[in-house]
């Protein structure tokens, strides 16, 4: 295929722009599940510090450990895909032409991107149960103090 220089640059810029947002999403999603983790574990130390021996502290504590558990799972999933690899780029391309290098680059930027998001959806589903634990194992605790 023949591509103008400029629709190439544009392509390139575009693709590239696309898998640098993806990326800042995955910090986000990222610090929202580091931050669910860190409050159940905060309660969780404090119901162990209060020592309160009953069914409803237990039940409590098993759905804040759900809470902490569950994002878990998305750091146990994190390697992503960044193409270019920079070595192998400049062993394999560094004698070549412009253009289809660069074309070359953006279809393996669309293929990490591809990959990418299905691990940044799995990761995504993950904050909403993660939150219903924290939510409900803080009331249940509420409720066992009060």
């Known amino acids: 295929m023949d591509f103008e220089e400029e629709t190439v640059d544009v392509l390139y810029k575009e693709v ?3 898998l640098n947002a993806q990326f800042e999403s995955i910090t986000a999603l990222n610090t929202k599940l580091a931050d669910i983790m ?6 969780i130390g404090v119901l162990l510090i209060l020592d309160k ?3 409803v502290t237990t039940i409590a504590l098993l759905l804040l450990w759900c809470a902490f558990l569950i994002p878990l799972f998305g750091y146990l999933k994190e ?9 192998l780029l400049k062993e394999k391309y560094i004698m070549r032409d412009a253009k289809p290098v660069k074309v070359q680059i953006m279809d393996n930027i669309i293929d990490s991107y591809t990959e990418n998001k299905i691990k940044i ?3 995504s589903k993950l904050i909403n149960p ?5 939510v409900v194992g803080v009331f249940v605790a509420l409720v066992d103090l009060l």
């Open 121 to 123: 959806e799995f990761k």
């Open 130 to 134: 993660a939150l219903l634990f924290l």
């Open 38 to 43: 860190k409050m159940s574990l905060f309660i």
């Open 53 to 55: 021996e009953s069914i």
């Open 79 to 87: 390697s992503y895909r960044r193409d270019p690899d920079p070595l």
């Open 16 to 18: 590239k722009d696309a």
